[in-house]
C-alpha cells in the first residue's frame, strides 16, 4: 500500500502523472517535466516534498549528539535559524543518509532525511541517541512544499502578513524562521534560490492553491532529479550509499576534520586521507549525441569507474552525469552507451545554477 | 485516454506499422508509449540499408527518465528514416503518428503483417 502526502489530491487534480517513490505515490511530472525544469530555472516551481522525514531532537543535549552524530560540526551553527547540509555516517565512514540540520533554539535542532531512508535513518538516530538525555521526535504532521526559482521567494512573501513578509525577506541562504504555521527555510535542491516550507498538513492544500493563484508551477520529482544533478547535487541511494564515504563522492567540503572533535565515521575517514582516496566522483558531459545514465561503464587512462547519475541537460541540451573514477584528474573519458564508447570531458560539478550554465563546463 | 488511429496496425509493445501505399511499412512508437516515456530527447534510428528481423531491437528513443528499445514489428530492409528526429526529439511527443515516424521498412513478408493488433485489440490490451 503505497503512502499519500496531504497534496495528493491536489496532484491528481493537476493532472500529474503519479509513480511509487520510495513507497510514496509521487508525482513524476505534470505534463512535461522539461517544462518544469526551465520554470524553475527562469520563474518559480513548487516540489511536494512532504514525504521527506522531519526529525526533531529535543533537550539539553541536542547539540552534543548532533555534535557525534554528524560529520559536519553543528558548532557552526550558532545563531537560530542556521542551517547546514551534512552526512551522518557509520563507522567504516559509510554514508547513512545526507541530511539538512536547522539549529532553532538550544534544546531544539531539526533534522531532514531522505523519505526512502526513513527506517533504517530513524533506527540509526534512535540507537546513536540512547547514550543521551535527549528525545528523537519524528513529525509526521508536517507537509513541506519546496518553492524555487528566481521568482520563488516573491511569490512566497507576497503571501505572508506584512511582518513576517518583512522577516522572511530578510532570511539569507540556509537560514530559516517560523512564521505562524509555517517554517521557512531560505534551502532547496535545485540551484536556484527559494524556500522551503514546512507546515501542517491541513493547511498545505491551502498554501499549494494560493501558490498556484499566484502563478507557480508544479513540478515533479523527473524535473527535480534533473535540476538537482545540474546543480552538482548528489542523490541519497545513488551517487553515494554505505559502501562509499563522503570523500569518494564529491562531499569532503560538508566534513568538518580538523579539530579533535569526535564523530561517527571519524577514524576511518581520517585514515582513508592518510592512505589516499582511490575513487573521486566528478561531473561528465557528453560531447557526442546521447543520453548519459546512471551505472554506465566509464573508460579512462587510470582504470575503469562508474556513473552514478545521468540524464539529459535542459539547460546545457547535453546529456550530463556524476561518475565515480579512480585516479587522478584527468581531462577526459569514454562512456559505454550499448557498447560504443562515447567522449566525454571531465568538470567539476555544478553544471548550471542561478539560470545559466556554470563557466567552464561547456 | 490515448490516441489509437483506426487506420494502423499495433504491436504489443506499443509500435504503430503503417502500410504505405507503396507497400512500405512505416513504423513509430504510440501515443500511449509518447506519453508514457515524457519528453524525449534522444532518438538512434536504424541506417537505411540495415536488414532487420521480426523483433529484433533495432532503434531506440530516449526520454529525460529512460532509454526505450524499439522492436522490429516486422521484417525487412531500411529504406527511409525520419532525419528531422536527430535535431527534434520532441516531435514523437508532439505528434507521434505523423512527424514522429521513426523508419520505414521494405517488407519481406507481407503475411507477418497479419499477426498484428488492430486498434481495437491494442485498446484492450492498454486497459489490462
Known amino acids: 500500500m503505497l503512502q499519500h502526502t496531504p497534496l495528493y489530491n491536489a496532484h491528481v487534480a493537476a493532472g500529474a502523472r503519479m509513480v511509487d517513490f520510495g513507497g510514496w505515490e509521487m508525482p513524476i511530472n505534470y505534463g512535461s517535466q522539461i517544462e518544469e525544469h526551465h520554470k524553475v530555472r527562469q520563474a518559480a516551481g513548487m516540489f511536494d516534498v512532504s514525504h521527506m522525514t522531519v526529525v526533531d531532537i529535543l533537550g539539553n543535549q541536542s547539540r552534543h549528539f548532533l555534535s557525534y552524530l554528524l560529520a559536519n560540526d553543528v ?9 547546514f547540509y551534512t552526512c551522518m555516517l557509520n563507522e567504516a565512514g559509510g554514508v547513512i543518509d545526507d541530511l539538512i540540520t536547522y539549529f532553532i533554539e538550544k534544546t531544539h535542532f531539526r533534522l531532514v532525511v531522505n523519505a526512502a531512508t526513513h527506517d533504517k535513518d530513524m533506527a540509526w538516530i534512535t540507537s546513536q541517541a540512547r547514550a543521551f538525555d535527549i528525545e528523537v521526535k519524528e513529525r509526521p504532521e508536517l507537509a513541506m512544499i519546496a518553492v524555487q526559482g528566481p521568482e520563488a521567494r516573491a511569490k512566497v512573501i507576497a503571501l505572508l502578513d506584512d511582518a513576517d513578509a518583512q522577516l522572511a525577506a530578510e532570511l539569507k541562504p540556509f537560514n530559516a524562521g517560523q512564521f505562524g504555521d509555517k517554517f521557512i527555510a531560505r534551502t532547496g535542491y535545485t540551484g536556484e534560490d ?70 561517527v565515521g571519524k577514524d576511518a575517514l581520517l585514515k582513508q586521507k592518510e592512505q589516499g582516496v582511490a575513487n573521486r566522483l566528478v561531473g561528465l558531459v557528453l560531447k557526442d549525441r546521447g543520453v548519459l545514465r546512471p551505472g554506465q561503464r566509464v573508460v579512462t587512462e587510470d582504470g575503469e569507474g562508474i556513473t552514478t547519475s545521468g540524464s539529459f541537460s535542459p539547460t546545457l541540451q547535453k546529456a550530463i552525469a556524476f561518475a565515480r573514477l579512480p585516479g587522478g584528474v584527468a581531462q577526459s ?12 570531458a571531465i568538470v567539476r560539478p555544478p553544471f548550471a545554477r542561478n539560470g545559466t550554465v556554470c563557466e567552464g563546463v561547456i | 485516454m490515448s490516441n489509437i488511429p483506426s487506420h494502423l496496425q499495433y504491436t504489443e509493445s506499443h509500435e504503430w506499422v503503417s502500410t504505405e501505399d ?10 500511449h508509449a509518447q506519453e508514457a516515456l515524457g519528453d524525449l530527447v534522444f532518438v538512434e534510428l536504424p541506417v537505411v540499408g540495415d536488414e532487420i528481423s521480426q523483433g529484433d531491437p533495432c532503434a531506440v528513443v530516449e526520454s529525460v527518465k529512460a532509454a526505450s528499445d524499439i522492436y522490429a514489428p516486422v521484417s525487412g530492409k531500411v529504406v527511409a528514416i525520419n532525419e528531422d528526429l536527430e535535431a527534434e526529439p520532441a516531435l514523437i511527443n508532439a505528434d507521434p503518428y505523423d512527424d514522429g515516424w521513426l523508419f520505414e521498412l521494405e517488407l519481406v513478408d507481407t503475411e507477418e503483417l497479419d499477426g498484428l493488433k488492430d486498434a481495437e485489440a491494442y485498446e484492450e490490451s492498454l486497459e489490462e
Open chain 1, 333 to 344: 573519458c569514454q562512456v559505454d552507451i550499448r557498447g560504443k564508447l562515447l567522449e566525454c
Open chain 1, 194 to 263: 527559494g524556500f522551503e516550507i514546512s507546515l501542517p498538513a491541513d493547511s498545505a492544500t491551502a498554501l499549494w492553491d494560493q501558490l498556484l493563484e499566484a502563478g507557480v508551477s508544479p513540478c515533479g520529482l523527473g524535473a527535480r532529479d534533473t535540476l538537482r544533478l545540474e546543480a552538482g547535487m548528489n542523490l541519497y541511494g545513488q551517487d553515494m550509499d554505505e559502501t562509499v564515504t563522503p570523500l569518494e563522492s564529491g562531499l569532503g567540503w560538508t566534513l568538518a576534520l580538523k579539530d579533535d572533535r569526535a564523530f
Open chain 1, 75 to 83: 558548532a557552526k551553527l550558532q545563531t537560530p535559524g542556521r542551517a
Open chain 2, 22 to 31: 507503396n507497400g512500405n511499412a512505416r513504423i513509430g512508437i504510440t501515443d
